[in-house]
């Protein structure tokens, strides 16, 4: 199922019951017993354009943590383009991203994340991100900022650095910036 909520003025009370909604779902879809199959019936989820800070997004990366392990959701794609998480908010996702491994489209983009939240994410992309599509375009970051140190420049380039990765994260006009780490 693609449920679109984009556009509607949502903000972080909302968030919560939609959080609410999100884990419900799981919970009432449990996967086959006879195997490793997965939970819920949302794929998609477009929450963009609205006023989500940081505090809502927490709520839904809760309902989309899962408890147990090995547990899969069936949410691939999460819109929170053009809302207002933030850094905490990306680094909200960014655990996210480390723990659920069904969700393979991610758009940032117009969020504010600055360097903290893109570092986040970059820490947090593994192996099973290789045909992820996380966008965190028009974004600001700043070289200049002292967060960019070695540990952190080494974590960019890693992840920028090859054809693959680029495909992986989409920088938009942040890539002409971050060429140089």
């Known amino acids: ?23 419900r779902n799981f919970i009432a879809n449990p996967p086959p017993a006879e195997g490793n199959g997965i939970s819920g019936k949302i794929v998609k989820l477009n929450l963009s354009n609205n006023h ?6 927490g709520y839904l990366c809760a309902a989309l943590t899962p408890k147990e392990p090995r547990a899969k959701f069936s949410l691939e794609e999460l819109n929170l383009a053009n809302n207002a998480i933030g850094p ?13 491994r069904q969700l393979k489209r991610v758009n940032l983009s117009w969020n504010n994340i600055a360097n903290r939240g893109f570092l986040a994410l970059c820490k947090n992309l593994k192996e099973h991100h290789a045909d992820a599509r996380i966008n965190i375009s028009y974004n600001e970051f700043d070289l200049q900022d002292p967060e960019w140190d070695e540990e952190a420049i080494k974590v960019a380039t890693r992840v920028l650095g090859g054809r693959e990765a680029r495909e992986t994260v989409f920088v938009g006009w942040n890539e002409t910036a971050l060429r140089d780490l």
């Open 88 to 100: 905490e908010g990306a680094e909200a996702i960014a655990t996210l991203l480390g723990i659920n």
């Open 1 to 23: 199922s693609n449920f679109d909520l984009s556009y509607n003025g949502l903000g972080d009370n909302e968030m919560k019951k939609i959080a609410d909604g999100v884990q």
């Open 52 to 57: 989500i800070h940081a505090v809502g997004i």
